[in-house]
Nanobody, 115 residues
Framework: QVQLVESGGGLVQAGGSLTLSCAAS????????MAWYRQAPGKQRGLVAI???????NYTDSVKGRFTISRDIAKKTAYLQMTSLKPEDTAVYYC?????????WGQGTQVTVSS
């Protein structure tokens, strides 16, 4: 059974940096897509960044140049490096995996950016 566990969220000042981690079990992350989504209060959950099985990365426009998604296949962990954080980046961040035709979600980690 696939399980995803996020860590690394917290409170940071605007302009600061955070790195989120997503530890996966029950899957080979190089054979699936790993992604980060976020959901701010009163808003729908939306895609932030995705890394496909072949390593291709894609980002939503608002984080391009500031966020970087990566993965460590041996550690079965995906990361989201976030720099130049803005108050509008405040949200619960969720790790997502698409593997063997199914979608899996982590429990989410809160990121709060103060102005």
């Amino acid at each position: 059974q696939v399980q995803l566990v996020e860590s690394g969220g917290g409170l940071v000042q605007a302009g600061g940096s955070l790195t989120l981690s997503c530890a996966a079990s029950g899957m080979t992350i190089s054979l699936g897509a790993m992604a980060w989504y976020r959901q701010a209060p009163g808003k729908q959950r939306g895609l932030v960044a995705i890394i496909l099985s072949g390593g291709t990365e894609n980002y939503t426009d608002s984080v391009k140049g500031r966020f970087t998604i990566s993965r460590d296949i041996a550690k079965k962990t995906a990361y989201l490096q976030m720099t130049s954080l803005k108050p509008e980046d405040t949200a619960v961040y969720y790790c997502n995996a698409i593997y063997s035709g199914r979608a899996y979600w982590g429990q989410g980690t809160q990121v709060t950016v103060s102005s």
